[in-house]
């Protein structure tokens, strides 16, 4: 009697059976319960991060103390066209707003405000002030006989534009911009350019430090990637070492280091690369800011690069050597195009934080190394300009916004595949 195995069953020789059911669908419970979790971090953004940046954006194009204290001169110069002097009812709405005034010192704080338009306008507001009560109409004539300033068409222009609840005046004067006498767009004079050149440098030297941490942060990141246990923690604890380090710290370390009685100006004359009459200038300049801001932007480099190098796997070199690929050849044409994510990735991460670097260029930049972030914070902490230093913080935003716009289109990370 012979045995039989019976028959399988067909369906276990099916080969288009469904796959195993995925994991239910989050309810909605789950998903409030996800929302709820990130309820603080989104606090935390619109507090920390929103709410200054609207705050910001408002403070470059809001003017409300001039328009409040001026309202009768804002309302005559609001249709004035600038041709000509304008009639005796912007005068006397002048006189009549400058008696209004609720306190004396409101006089001072309106032409302070007002002189950062036209140089000269705070002594005549707080002198028509004090004389406003004993002038008489017509006001076109007693107000030039008080002070032939208000004859000067450029007077009124800087009141038509600076009593204006919303201006853009800031932004102007931002891009070495402003009104004129007619209420037309000029440039500013030529000695009083400076916010242009400052963002050129800016950017120039942004670039030039990516360049710098790419050269020196390569080879770094590669001997990271492809050294032994032992060594590449080493290297990774020295890499890392200066963010256990203030800012401040580094910074000042490198004034003692670079000065012309510095530990490298002594060493090469040591070495008899120098005399002791040729020691080198190597701070407050732009040599001092570029060396600071490379090392201390280094590891945003080296991180980023070193993430991407470890990944990829080392025989793809050695396939490249054994097909008749020189070694130069193989990094080229293999190793290279696979980092590219690593460097587009540190080369923008350290291009966005050099842009507003500010404490490493106002201490070892001097005159010749401050950046755009510097005259932020003079107009912020010196001038009390915070209108303009607002529009220089706007257009500063806007410029990287546009630069990681610019990069997330044309060298994305689906588009950072070099094969």
Excluded at 13 to 20: A, E, L, M, T, V
Excluded at 170 to 191: C, F, Q, S, T
Excluded at 255 to 279: C, F, K, P, T, Y
Aim: aromatic share 10%.
């Amino acid at each position: 009697m012979s045995f039989r195995p019976a028959p399988r069953r067909i369906e276990e020789y099916r080969f288009d059976r469904q796959p195993p059911r995925e994991a239910a669908i989050p309810t909605a419970r789950q998903n409030r319960n996800g929302l709820l979790l990130t309820l603080p971090l989104l606090a935390f953004i619109a507090v920390f991060f929103a709410a200054p940046i609207g705050a910001m954006l408002w403070r470059s194009v809001s003017n409300p103390l001039p328009a409040s204290l001026m309202p009768r001169t804002a309302a005559a110069l609001a249709g004035w066209d600038g041709a000509t002097l304008p009639g005796e009812t912007a005068f006397a709405a002048a006189v009549e707003d400058l008696r209004a005034l609720p306190e004396r010192q409101d006089a001072a704080r309106l032409g302070a405000q007002l002189n950062f338009d036209y140089g000269g306008l705070n002594s005549l507001i707080r002198k028509t002030a004090r004389e406003a009560a004993k002038l008489t109409p017509p006001y076109a004539e007693s107000l030039p006989l008080l002070d032939r300033k208000w004859s000067d068409q450029a007077v009124w222009a800087a009141l038509a534009v600076g009593t204006q609840a919303l201006t853009a005046k800031n932004y102007l004067a931002a891009l070495d911009m402003r009104y004129g006498a007619d209420l037309g767009v000029v440039a500013a004079p030529e000695k009083e350019r400076l916010y242009l050149m400052l963002f050129g440098r800016t950017a120039w030297v942004a670039g030039l430090v990516t360049a710098l941490c790419l050269l020196l942060g390569y080879p770094l990141a590669y001997v990271l990637a492809t050294a032994g246990p032992r060594t590449a923690g080493v290297l990774m604890i020295l890499l890392l070492l200066p963010f256990w380090t203030s800012l401040l710290v580094r910074t000042t370390a490198w004034i003692a280091l670079l000065q012309s009685q510095g530990v490298v100006n002594d060493l090469m004359v040591w070495l008899g690369l120098v005399s002791e009459e040729g020691r080198v200038q190597m701070v407050y300049n732009l040599t001092g800011t570029l060396v600071a801001m490379t090392q201390i932007l280094m590891p945003f480099m080296v991180l980023p690069l070193y993430s991407v190098m470890k990944t990829i796997p080392p025989t793809y070199l050695r396939a490249a050597s054994s097909m008749g690929a020189r070694p130069l050849q193989g990094f080229a044409r293999v190793y290279l195009p696979m980092t590219m994510p690593g460097v587009a990735a540190g080369a923008l991460l350290v291009f966005i934080l050099a842009v507003g670097y500010y404490i490493t260029p106002a201490l070892v930049g001097g005159p010749g190394g401050q950046l755009i972030s510097n005259l932020i914070a003079y107009h912020m902490q010196q001038s009390l300009n915070w209108g303009l230093a607002a529009a220089l913080g706007t257009i500063l935003l806007g410029a990287v916004i546009a630069l990681y716009l610019v990069f997330n289109k044309l060298a994305g990370a689906d588009r950072l595949r070099f094969g």
